[in-house]
């Protein structure tokens, strides 16, 4: 205890308010996590479909709403159904098939001599690969071939047409998360601008802005976003701009109301009291302290685009075949749950949990930039 | 009182007229028109078609004739279900979307109060954090998830629910689309009636009558409860006149033959008369419970006075 007395005091690092509210942000655990959750959703969205080894468009016609399984497709017993069904289509008939490890070894037979060409059938599938003709009766009409069973994981499984739900889902998640920024984005900065300018030239300006705000806050938004949709077509990244351009509503009274009370705080009238030109307030006092509230209610506003999003692409309207989207996906999947369950829950899963994330780290900002509002 | 529902009425006026002018032309503006997608049919039958309903009228022309109906208390036809007048096409859906929409707000409010209220008996206890959890799960999930989900787990895998349809009202048919309509409702109910709840619980007639010796449940109910009730009246007017009006997703997803589809089908048929004729439906539901609202906050809160 002695050494505590004679230690030199080292002189106190300031911490930024900045610095405050990261550490404050860091204590709060359900926002870290969500965080790291989101990080790891957009990682795996924007990279996940280079790396799955399906094509999110590419239909595997043998392989129609097959549930999700860690192991590989085919299962043993769809090896003779996938055989049968592809020398049904070189019309000849099956004497006699066997595994052999990896290869499937099959003999077929047929009343008209069996052309070279029509293993091809056999490669068609997409169960069999690199089929090879391994003996040849003298007629031809008896022909012996191998063929490798082609090993394909299908984690999700697939949907009504065959496609990879797991390459699906993450090329969903590029586009729904890319809209909710988009969107998300030209509603921010359309609202920072509007309230800004509302907030600062005050007096009339300010009452003719506001107006204008409550005017179009009276209209019925789906009305909005349906008049949208109607001019726009199926643009749907047209559609988004203007589905942002709509949301900046809030965040216009927000910025507006922070502007208003900033310009009134004793920091600034002591700023203006020492000279402090109007340039040096805005740049020193106001936009730094208007950042938390737009930085909070940015994080609100990813989500409301993307549930509207969704939204939107379940009625149809939104983003079209292929392309997808979590709406396009829970829309196909609220429509087969009765047989395929897995189209539903997955995509359903991915979205919720976004949503979730999203709302703990806007929660979790807001306690860290505003600590006054606990 | 009598006399500010008829000056609240009158004002209504105006409002409605200016919804009624911006949403005409804006949904005239919109390219197309309500026979341009018919298959099969002819330029003349098109034309006539479109001449029989006064759509070759100049546009201010058509705008008065319409506001003329309309005074009449006539919505005109449908122009994309030809055998029947908007008025017909809402006698038969709106008493649907009304019955579904007016359970769900029921339950939403006596659920989310009752849950609200235990929160806030309980502060930072685990009923109050159950609560919390569930008002975010609530407000979180989307209604075009939580209906699939109501559908899979009650209708497909428990049997307990038929998986949708209207079946003529049965009781069992409406549990579905009901708790869909109502879960996001009973989470902001809950939040609100928390919030405002533990507000009241801390003013000075609350401590007054705890030091009076009155019972808990006296104290939360015959006190409490009074003051902490306003912003759920508040919240009640916009909620009934969006719940009452239909939902297009809990519609479509459980098949209920609603109101709610109405609006997105009619845009985008360019049906004019029936989107005019739902957006003035929606647009009198909301004034009508607006006032409804005002005057109840007279009844819950005596400082309020209307003479």
Excluded: C
Excluded at chain 2, 181 to 192: F, G, K, N, S, T
């Amino acid at each position: 205890m002695t050494d505590l007395a004679v230690a030199v005091p080292e002189p106190i690092a300031g911490r930024s308010l900045w610095g405050n509210a990261w550490a404050r942000l860091k204590r709060n655990r359900a926002a870290m996590f969500s965080l790291y959750y989101l990080a790891f959703i957009s990682v795996i969205s924007v990279f996940g479909p280079m790396v799955v080894p399906h094509e999110y468009t590419t239909i595997y016609g043998d392989y129609v709403r097959m549930p999700p399984s860690l192991s590989a497709y085919p299962k043993p017993d769809m090896i003779q159904g996938a055989l049968t069904d592809a020398i049904k289509r070189m019309r000849a008939d099956i004497k006699e098939w066997h595994q052999d490890g990896n290869r499937v070894i099959v003999t077929v037979t047929s009343t008209k001599p069996i052309d070279d060409r029509n293993i091809r059938y056999l490669d068609r599938s997409d169960a069999f690969d690199d089929t090879r003709i391994e003996n040849k009766s003298p007629d031809g009409r008896e022909v012996t071939m191998s063929s490798a069973v082609k090993q394909q994981y299908f984690f999700f499984g697939t949907d009504n047409t065959g496609r990879d739900l797991l390459s699906r889902t993450l090329m969903a998640g590029r586009i729904s998360l890319a809209i909710g920024l988009l969107a998300g984005v030209v509603a921010g900065v359309i609202g920072v601008i509007y309230g800004a300018t509302a907030g600062f030239a005050g007096g009339r300006v300010d009452e003719v802005m506001m107006r204008i705000v409550d005017v179009l806050y009276s209209l019925p938004f789906i009305f909005f976003v349906i008049m949208l949709v109607v001019f726009f077509g199926r643009n749907f990244v047209l559609m988004f701009l203007a589905v942002g351009a709509v949301l900046w509503l809030d965040m216009a009274r927000i910025v507006r109301g922070q502007a208003l009370s900033i310009r009134r705080q004793e920091y600034v009238q002591a700023a203006e009291a020492m000279g402090v030109g109007q340039r040096g307030i805005l740049l020193r006092h106001v936009i730094p302290n208007l950042l938390g509230p737009v930085v909070i209610y940015m994080t609100l506003l990813v989500p409301q685009v993307i549930i509207l999003e969704s939204f939107l692409s379940f009625l149809g309207l939104g983003v079209q075949e292929p392309m997808t989207s979590w709406g396009v996906l829970i829309s196909v999947g609220a429509k087969n749950i009765g047989y395929a369950n897995w189209l539903l829950l997955f995509p359903a899963f991915f979205l919720v949990s976004t949503l979730f994330a999203l709302n703990f780290v806007g929660d979790g900002l807001r306690d860290a930039l505003d600590p006054k509002d606990r | 009182m009598l006399r500010y529902v008829f000056r609240r009425l009158l004002t209504a006026i105006p409002t409605l007229f200016v919804i009624v002018t911006v949403a005409f032309f804006l949904i005239r503006v919109a390219p197309g028109g309500p026979f341009n997608q018919e298959r099969g049919l002819s330029p003349e039958i098109r034309a006539n078609l479109e001449a029989q309903f006064g759509l070759n009228d100049p546009l201010w022309l058509q705008y008065v004739h319409y506001l003329g109906n309309l005074l009449r208390g006539s919505f005109g036809p449908s122009y994309n279900l030809p055998d029947f007048t908007v008025t017909e096409l809402f006698a038969k859906g709106l008493p649907i979307s009304v019955q579904l929409g007016t359970s769900a707000l029921v339950l939403a409010l006596l659920l989310g109060s009752i849950l609200g209220t235990i929160a806030a008996l309980n502060q930072n206890k685990l009923a109050d954090y159950s609560v919390i959890a569930l008002a975010t799960a609530g407000s979180t999930i989307p209604t075009f998830v939580i209906a699939p989900v109501i559908q899979l787990v009650f209708g497909l895998s428990w049997k307990l629910l038929p998986i949708g349809g209207w079946g003529d009202g049965a009781l069992i048919n409406k549990v579905g689309p009901v708790l869909t309509l109502a879960l996001p409702q009973i989470a902001i109910v809950a939040r609100l009636m928390r919030g405002s709840m533990i507000e009241s619980l801390r003013s000075h007639h609350i401590r007054t009558a705890r030091a009076l010796g009155l019972s808990d449940w006296s104290v939360v109910v015959k006190h409490a409860l009074r003051g902490a009730v306003l912003p759920i009246v508040s919240f009640t007017g916009p909620a009934a006149a969006a719940l009452l009006t239909g939902s297009i997703i809990v519609e479509t997803i459980f098949s209920i033959p609603g109101v709610g589809r109405y609006f997105v089908d009619a845009a985008l048929n360019r049906d004019y008369t029936l989107v005019m004729g739902t957006v003035v439906v929606i647009a009198l539901f909301t004034i009508v419970f607006n006032l409804i609202v005002d005057l109840l906050y007279a009844v819950v809160d005596p400082r309020v006075r209307y003479d």
